[in-house]
């Protein structure tokens, strides 16, 4: 087709590569310079159960670049991992969640949980488990209050001893909840063979309820397996109270989502929790 078009069409093109080549550069600078300037937050997503309690939380990653932006971490994780700053950045989020969490775990009771979001090339690359209990020690969170959440690729991972090292971690104390499931290379028999306990419904399946029939069928299947092997469930990006109804009526165990509230900066996710158990106590 570009030939087609003559010459004029092949320098459009080359020159969107050039100019592909150069933001990703621009990327790639900034993030090796984003940690230590700072321009890094953690913000934190209510997850709120069945009976309207908020009982946990999701720790995810905002940047603000001096020189881009806000950045998605949609956009920015995966270079990240490719560069190996997944390395310190991932510790730097899993400490910066903790350290917020360990507040909330002794105001809110033992039962509340942090989510943290773990890639797949951590693990591969690090002594997970060593770093996991070496934040727990420093940030005096309980192992039952952390959960770390693992990608259905990392399971499907065969060579870097990946049972192992989720059976040690889960030996610590730490929960794994399974992220984004059904989007990846799901393997029902991941869930019995790994430790895990709780499951996490990707949005995909959860934007089109209560109208796709298909996607009611599903997640009404995941929920009641999921039950049945003893996992807890929730639902991402809940949006609707329509939505929330279907997954009421299947006793969805915790929702997430903006319906509840967007991932807030910890001072807010602070404010928002004190809000909503006075609420809860005034009803
Ligand atoms: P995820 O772990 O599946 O996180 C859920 C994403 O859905 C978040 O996007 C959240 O803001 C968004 N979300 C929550 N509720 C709703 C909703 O009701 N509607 C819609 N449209 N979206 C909703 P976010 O924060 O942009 O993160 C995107 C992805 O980046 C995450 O997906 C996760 O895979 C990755 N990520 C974020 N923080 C970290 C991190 O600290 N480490 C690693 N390795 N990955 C991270
Ligand atoms: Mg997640
Ligand atoms: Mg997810
Ligand atoms: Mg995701």
Redesign the pocket.
Known sequence: KAKAQGRNCFEFFTSGLHEQAAARSKLENALHKALSNNEFT??F?PIISHDKKTVGC?????WRSAELGDV???QF?PV??ELGL?IP??EW??RE?CREAAKWCSSFGAHFFVT????S??FIRQDIEALVKSVLQETQLSAQCLTL?I?ETLLADNSSNILQQLQALRATGVALAI??FGTGYSSLSYLKRFPLSKL?I??EF??DLPDDLEDCAMVSAIISMASNLQLKVVA????TSAQLAFLNALSCDYI????YS??LPAALFDKYIREFIAEQNNT
Not at 58 to 62: G, S
Not at 116 to 119: H, K, Q, R
Request: glycine share 6%; with cysteine.
């Open positions: 953690v913000y997503q999701e720790a995810l990653l905002r998605s971490p949609a994780i990240c991992e997944i950045i991932g989020v899993l969640a943290v979001n773990m890639s090339v951590q959440e990608t992220d984004d996490k990707d949005r959860i934007k991402e990006g809940v949006e997430q989502g903006f319906l967007k991932p």
